[in-house]
């Protein structure tokens, strides 16, 4: 079993779990549930399609842990002195149900939460620089950006290739094949996928429609999980349409320009 250190530089880049939230070594409590919060909302594996299920609940699960250290004041002290997460490999934290302990403390979210989060997101820097970051790793694949930028569905792909674009133009990004050449079949492939996973959606969400309804006597759940999943399933659902003009946009049945790229 990978280390708590290990996890993190694997799925964050770094194993200083105040760079992991966002936040200062000062940080009080609230202000390390409130990064946590706004971090999970964007890993939470029921957000992404079920080929990044397993990464996301493994970064689901290492914010879990991060938040527990940081938010007891006995673990925060013993890491801030020693920088060290080796003394937190433990059975119990290993163990622990990552998914309950989040419910306990954001049962209270709803999808108004969310939507204003991603409203937030989406335009600001923290998005450009997971683009950017998207972009490189990636090498330009446009299937990856989508992949990896936190609330991006199809209906922002041309928003996104213009970012890049434009960085690319300016010298901020090296130009790559993947995003300038992009085979037609690879982007007919990308079109058709996501077509399928918006008819999939729509069946879900009836699915999801019913059993809110029976299960709340037609009132609305703030049950987080069921609001990221109905969110998701909204947003996959207008795949098909999207596509339709991006067939339009991007030159129909002749090429269009893509990319790849994640972080």
Not at 54 to 74: M, N, P, Q, Y
Request: charged content about 40%; overall charge negative.
């Amino acid at each position: 079993m990978s280390s708590l250190k290990d996890t993190c530089d694997l799925y964050f880049g770094t194993h200083d779990i105040y760079k992991i939230l966002g936040i200062n070594k000062d940080a009080s409590v609230e202000e390390v549930k409130k990064a946590y919060r706004k971090l999970s909302l964007v890993v939470h594996p029921d957000r992404v399609s079920e080929d990044q299920k397993e990464e996301a609940t493994e970064k689901f699960k290492v914010l879990g842990k991060v938040h527990s250290i940081l938010s007891d004041s006995e673990k925060r002290a013993i890491y801030d002195d020693t920088g060290c997460l080796d003394e937190f490999d433990t059975a119990d934290l290993q163990e622990k149900d990552w998914y309950d302990y989040w419910r306990l403390l954001f049962k209270n979210v709803t999808m108004d939460d969310i939507d204003a989060y991603e409203t937030k997101y989406k335009g600001s820097e923290t998005e450009l620089e997971d683009l950017k970051a998207a972009y490189e790793k990636g090498l330009g694949d446009m299937d990856e950006i989508l992949n990896r930028v936190p609330f991006t569905s199809p209906d922002d792909e041309p928003r996104l290739r213009e970012i890049l674009q434009k960085l690319i133009d300016d010298g901020q990004l090296q130009e790559y094949e993947a995003f300038t050449k992009e085979s037609p079949s690879k982007k007919r492939t990308r079109q058709k996928k996501y077509e399928q996973e918006a008819k999939r959606a729509r069946k879900a969400a009836e699915e999801l429609k019913k059993t809110t309804k029976n299960e709340t006597n037609g009132d609305s759940t703030d049950d987080l999980a069921k609001a990221i999943m109905s969110r998701k399933q909204e947003r996959e659902a207008q795949a098909e349409n999207f596509f339709k003009s991006l067939e339009e946009k991007y030159g129909g049945k002749s090429k269009k320009k893509s990319s790849r790229k994640a972080k």
